[in-house]
């Protein structure tokens, strides 16, 4: 008798790369293996697409207002930081995509839904075809968003934030510690040290960043003797082109727009200038590769900065000068270079997409044997 695949749902958004990161290094160890049918499905995208191109836009327009002095996305996040799931706000937010995620399950018929977006309707929905739902949290720091008491189980990033969780009201058996699940090229982190001879700084700018502050940043930084600096621009074209026709003279500066092995790059590197993304922050993780945060964004990303400058393995800064003797004092430090990648490889947690997708399976599994025993002729 052949056992049926098991088929999964992941639920995702596009409000920044890490929550689609996550899903697809989820679909991808599944793929490898062939141990269940992935389906990864941007819930807002699908069920509200107006909302969704509204919202995004907010989103991204909140880094430019943030240059202003206007933080609101920073506001709305901590206003709404310590609420709980039936709070009037958050209440609202989760019936978002009720609707459209009952048909979707209804077409996809999965045997569990996976969360790495804080989706309230998830768990409810899921409840009335009785299928278990689990999230997997893809940041450092606790937010009401993510909590639902209709979660069978919480993946996180650190015991810290499981304690946190536990203080917050969710049943200690019901969270697992396993990292945040990054790409297989990050985890397997097999490169050569030949290349560690070599010092070499890596920019990171995303699609909001300003031209002139990047600017103002690879010559700020242009000045630390032997450290050449590579700046990815990723899909941000008029940046790149730019970058590129203002230090196209210089030899120490090298610009490039989007990079198929980031991992490569970024293993390379000494260190790395780049937002407090979840995702990021994991993926550096992996590879201990020291993180420097320059004025980071309120909100999820401002909170991950501080988790991780506490833990002593990212620096932030919120001057340009600050920014370059924090650099400088790094790499010059043979000594505080080995003890931070030490406290990198303690806080990392090997194989997440691996004992996240063993542990859904163990659930879903036993769901099915449950449902056989109780559909069984009695005897």
Known sequence: MTTKLPRILVLTASYGAGHELAAFAIKEYCRRYGLAQVQIIDLMKEAHPVLNKISTSVYMSSFHAARFGIHYYGWSYYLTQKNNA????????????????FKIIQREQPDGVINTFPYGASPI?????????????????IHARWLHPAIDKYYVASEDLKANMIENGINEKGVEVTGIPIRDAFE??????????????LIIVGAYSQLDLTAKMIKSL????????????GRNAKLNQHLTKQFQNNSRVTILGFV???DELMASATCIISKAGGLTL?????????????RPFAGQEKDNATYFSEKGIAFISYSMSDLVNQIRQFIDNDISVSLV???MEFLHHRKAAERIVTDVLSTIFGRRREQAILNSPMI
């Not at 242009?222 to 621009?233: A, E, K, L, N, Y």
């Not at 994991?282 to 320059?294: D, G, H, Q, R």
């Open 86 to 101: 039936y709070s009037p706000v958050l209440a609202g937010l989760n019936r978002l995509g009720t609707k459209q995620l």
């Open 125 to 141: 929905v899921s409840k009335l075809f009785d299928i278990p739902t689990f999230t997997i949290m893809t940041d450092y720091v």
């Open 188 to 201: 397997n982190n097999n490169y050569p040290n030949e290349n560690k001879n070599n010092k070499m700084i």
């Open 222 to 233: 242009d000045g630390i003797r032997d450290c050449p600096i590579t700046v990815v621009c």
């Open 260 to 262: 198929e092995r980031m």
């Open 282 to 294: 994991a993926e550096s993780l992996a590879l201990k590769v020291p993180l420097f945060i320059y």
């Open 341 to 343: 990648k030490s406290k």
